[in-house]
């Protein structure tokens, strides 16, 4: 089988872009609770970002771009022993050419993040599309917080995946999140 010239392949990227721009652009997904976070990862981590490289790679419909993201981990926290892991997700830019997919998180290399994630799935690994990725950042007095990628806090756990009611809401510490992960954890596997 011959390989398609690279006109063919932007044409070929283009058609399957048109026939799943519909699927792709209704992403949008119901909020999960943080119960549901931990209950439906089958990996949990806090971790930098150390490489983001999206790749070409063949389908039935022509060329598609998908981007590899690793992760140092740095807190294990469930279903993971290794020190990296590494997650594949549909889109990207390579080479002039770009797939983008409506509410897919991007990562840069040095975020600091909460991961939630499944490590079988095809188009995006993180539990809840979006909702499974949280912010580590550090605040004036040099302590860790959790936030939402849309950089708001997480006050509390229980207020994952409810309406934001309190603007002015203090982020929770990462060591305090870290600890009721390793609860809910130790909760769902002692069944």
Known sequence: MQRPRPATRATALALWMVVLTPLLTATSYAPVSFDELVDRADVIFVGEVMDVRPFPTESREGTVIRTRVVFQVTDPLWGTSSSLEIF?????????TRLSVA?????????????????????????????GVLRV??????????????????????AIGKPRREPSARPMRLADFRTRIKARVAQVHAR
């Open 103 to 131: 509410e897919m998180p991007t990562f840069t290399v040095g975020d600091r993040r909460v991961i939630f994630a499944r490590r079988r799935r095809s188009i995006n690994p993180i539990v809840g599309f979006t909702q």
């Open 137 to 158: 950042s550090r605040d004036a007095t040099g302590v860790d917080t959790v936030r939402t990628l849309a950089d708001e806090p997480v006050a509390s756990p229980d």
């Open 88 to 96: 594949e997700f549909l889109g990207g830019d390579w080479q002039g």
